[in-house]
């Protein structure tokens, strides 16, 4: 758990800690490349909603790292499926319900939603990841890496 507590806490503090440098500087950024004030005032709308989905990816990049690190390859395999079959119905409702503004903001509900399942899914397995991280050990690990190289 204190493994897992500090890889949240590092995930989410470098991510956090880019995503406020980047919106801090976004006109800076935007106009390094587009004079365009239109183009300006979305670019920012996107580029928000970018940096907040970027934290929630790592976080589920977290949860699904945590469930193939304990061998819960179904529970990866659904995260990752899950990330991948949200999409596309979201934004395509996005766009029908909100126009413009739903496409943009599909990524980051499709990472929260995504997010949201993970969770779920640790709850889940969580006495079960603990009692398979408490039964292992050193020696039981270098025996099954040897009969892995055989």
Request: charged share 10%.
């Given at each position: ?13 470098v991510g956090?800690?880019?995503?406020v440098?980047?919106?801090?500087f ?9 004079a ?9 709308t996107?580029?928000t ?12 990049g ?9 061998g819960r ?6 995260m990752?499926i899950?990330?991948g079959?949200?999409f ?6 996005g ?8 496409i943009?903001w599909?990524l980051?509900?499709t990472?929260?939603?995504?997010f949201?399942v993970?969770v779920?899914?640790w709850?889940?397995?969580r ?5 398979g991280?408490?039964?292992?050990n050193a020696?039981?690990a ?7 190289a055989?």
């Open positions: 758990m204190s493994a897992l507590r500090a890889s949240a806490i590092t995930v989410g503090g956090l800690t880019f995503a440098a980047v919106f801090l976004r006109d800076q950024l935007f106009s390094a490349f587009v365009d004030p239109s183009v300006l005032a979305i670019g920012a996107i580029l909603a970018q940096l907040v989905a970027m934290i929630g990816n790592g976080l589920t977290l949860i699904t790292s945590l469930f193939q690190a304990t390859a179904l529970a990866a395999t659904v990752s899950t990330q079959v949200l596309i119905p979201i934004v395509l409702l766009n029908l319900w909100f126009g413009l503004p739903g943009v599909a980051t509900i990472e929260g939603l995504v949201l993970g779920a899914l709850l889940a397995a006495k079960a990841i603990d009692r991280l408490a039964e292992g020696e039981r270098d025996s099954v890496l040897e009969a892995v055989v």
